[in-house]
Nanobody, 126 residues
Framework: QVQLVESGGGSVQAGGSLRLSCAASGYTGNSYCMAWFRQVPGKEREGVAY???????TYVESVKGQFTASKDNATDTLYLQMSSLNPEDSAMYYC????????????????????WGQGTQVTVST
């Protein structure tokens, strides 16, 4: 089982930037698909960026051009660079992983991922 630990959340004013990190461990050497999700109280957890084993990222429409996901294979760390933040981006952010049996493009949504971090809170104020 992969262990994931997020960090980098915090409070920022609207228009600011934050970079989230997700340190991964426990890989078994196979390809993994990874993702960033976010959740606000009372709403479903939504995927905002999906990252395949090569590091290529796909974004949900609402964060395109605003968020950039990347992966450092040397340190097994996943990043989410967030810019031009607004209060609607306030949420608990989670990273997730699943061992890829098929192409990563097929792994979408909460139920597709088997390993989760504890989350890191992002709060954007006006």
């Amino acid at each position: 089982q992969v262990q994931l630990v997020e960090s980098g959340g915090g409070s920022v004013q609207a228009g600011g930037s934050l970079r989230l990190s997700c340190a991964a461990s426990g890989y078994t050497g196979n390809s993994y698909c990874m993702a960033w999700f976010r959740q606000v109280p009372g709403k479903e957890r939504e995927g905002v960026a999906y990252i395949d084993s090569s590091g290529s990222a796909t974004y949900v429409e609402s964060v395109k051009g605003q968020f950039t996901a990347s992966k450092d294979n040397a340190t097994d760390t996943l990043y989410l660079q967030m810019s031009s933040l607004n209060p609607e981006d306030s949420a608990m952010y989670y990273c997730a992983a699943v061992r890829a049996v098929i192409e990563c493009s097929y792994y979408r949504g909460v139920d597709a991922f088997t390993s989760w971090g504890q989350g890191t809170q992002v709060t954007v104020s006006t």
